[in-house]
């Protein structure tokens, strides 16, 4: 398994402004992924992102909104831009191990936009 | 597109009832499929994997099934207690990618 951990935990922002969530994993994996989980709802797949190349975005979201950065095999980040109230939501990172047979997801960040 | 069904979506049981949870999804051609934990606000708690190939697994008080071929999975948890209540989420991961379709959860309440 591995250990995630992300920051922040939670936060509390004003509309138009920017936060970036840090991911943080105990060991070196080759894929990780950003989800959103907006209230009520189930996760959806934002982006992949692996090492060493840009990320993958699902339909419906775009590298300037959600840019991520993936400087090495155990950090990665997600930037939540220009935010609206739509945005708030709970944002997971997780990890692939083992050729990405299993997947570990972090604590979460719960973001909420006023 | 691969659909994740989830039913029910809310359960509320009393303590030391068993708890029987369904996953149903629409294209057989899995990798495997993976049981989790929600809390409220929290993360994912990974709880068991079935590889495609396999028929069940175990752990503890839980254990999961996979028909493949009927596209169902089936969680089961024994002799419930209050600190099982969250939400529990199937997701399936297909077999020619890594990307996981996720059901909309079943949230369980267990009465003390």
């Known amino acids: 398994s591995a250990v995630i951990s992300q920051k922040p935990s939670r936060d509390i922002c004003q509309r138009g402004t920017s936060l970036t969530i840090q991911c943080q994993v105990d060991s070196q994996v080759t894929m990780m992924f950003w989800y959103r989980q907006q209230p009520g709802q189930s996760l959806t797949l934002i982006a992949t992102a692996n090492q060493g190349s840009e990320a993958t975005y699902e339909s419906g979201f775009v590298i300037d909104k959600f840019p991520i950065s993936r400087p090495n095999l155990t950090f990665s980040t997600l930037t939540v831009s220009n935010m609206s109230p739509e945005d708030s939501s709970i944002y997971l990172c997780?990890?692939?191990?083992?050729?990405?047979?299993?997947?570990?997801f972090g604590p979460g960040t719960r973001l909420t936009v006023l | 597109k691969q659909e994740v069904t989830q039913i029910p979506a809310a359960l509320s049981v009393p303590e030391g009832e068993n708890l029987v949870l369904n996953c149903s999804f629409t294209d057989s051609a899995i990798y495997n499929l993976q049981w989790f934990r929600q809390d409220p606000g929290k993360g994912l708690t990974s709880l068991l994997l079935i590889q495609s190939s396999q028929r069940e697994q175990t752990s503890g008080r839980l254990n999961a099934s996979l028909d493949k071929s009927s596209g169902r999975s089936t969680l089961y948890i024994a002799a419930s207690q209050p600190g099982d209540s969250a939400t529990y989420l199937c997701a399936v991961r297909p077999s020619d990618d890594y990307k996981l379709s996720f059901g909309a959860g079943t949230t369980v309440t267990v009465r003390a």
């Open positions: 997780s990890v692939g191990t083992s050729g990405g047979h299993q997947q570990f």
